[in-house]
């Protein structure tokens, strides 16, 4: 089974930190997603990428940026936290070989980030 | 561009009852569809998913889903409810334009299911 690992499950920052969430998938899989839960507005999709080094905006990037140094993580920084970056943090990852319009995703368990 | 409505934030059914989560979809060209389902303080998980090769397909946990061109819909059902249905369920739709967005999922805004005894 795949799995996707995110580092943390709850996390507590101070407005103005600098905040690294880390996302490693064991499956060798090419694509790699962060995306924000919040309630009543579904997932949206923040950053993706399709190679180590490549990265590609989603809906909602700003305040955010993102690494993949490396094929197996994919990390989401929060520049500057600020309050209304309070969320549920998903990471997800899906294999690109061939015709992959139909790979699904496979998730993480999330991490909580409250920002006080 | 693809989208999805999710008709319906709360669904409520008494255990043993039909169970119905509607899903619309919107998309220029024919798409992939997917089910997830999201039990508390979990990930998604996958349902069941749509590929072109079968109308009504069937996933996991007794649930299935049927593809309807026409009505461009996906809806999701279950003959018979269970407790342990009870969780947050997300229709999503594939981008299928070719380049940047390549593997991307278009995600509706999520059903919560509860089952009632």
């Known amino acids: 089974d795949v799995k996707v690992t995110q580092s943390s499950r709850y996390l507590v920052k101070r407005t103005g930190e600098k905040v690294f969430l880390e996302c490693v998938q064991d499956?060798?899989?090419?694509?790699m997603f962060w995306y924000r839960q919040d309630p009543g507005l579904g997932l949206r999709l923040i950053y993706f990428s399709y190679d180590v080094k490549m990265k590609e905006k989603g809906d909602i990037p700003e305040g955010y940026s993102v690494s993949r140094e490396k094929k197996e993580r994919f990390s989401l920084i929060l520049e500057s936290a600020s309050t209304n970056q309070t969320s549920m943090y998903l990471c997800?990852?899906?294999?690109?070989?061939?015709?992959?319009?139909?790979?699904?995703?496979?998730f993480g368990n999330g991490t909580r980030l409250t920002v006080t | 561009a693809q989208s999805v409505t999710q008709l319906g934030s709360h669904v409520s059914v008494s255990e043993g009852a039909l169970v119905l989560l509607r899903c619309n979809y919107s998309s220029s060209v024919p798409p992939y569809l997917f089910w997830y389902v999201q039990y508390p303080n979990q990930g998604l998980q996958l349902l069941l998913k749509?590929?072109?090769?079968?109308?009504l397909v069937k996933g996991i946990n007794g649930f299935e889903a049927e593809f309807k061109k026409s009505e461009t819909s996906f809806h999701l059902t279950k003959p018979s409810a269970h407790m342990s249905d009870a969780a947050e369920y997300f229709c999503?739709?594939?981008?299928?334009?070719?380049?940047?967005?390549?593997?991307?999922?278009?995600f509706g805004r999520g059903t919560q299911l509860t089952v009632w005894p």
């Open positions: 749509y590929t072109s090769a079968a109308t």
């Open positions: 999503a739709v594939s981008s299928t334009d070719r380049g940047s967005t390549l593997g991307r999922l278009y």
């Open positions: 499956m060798d899989h090419e694509n």
């Open positions: 997800a990852s899906s294999f690109a070989g061939g015709f992959s319009y139909n790979s699904p995703l496979h």
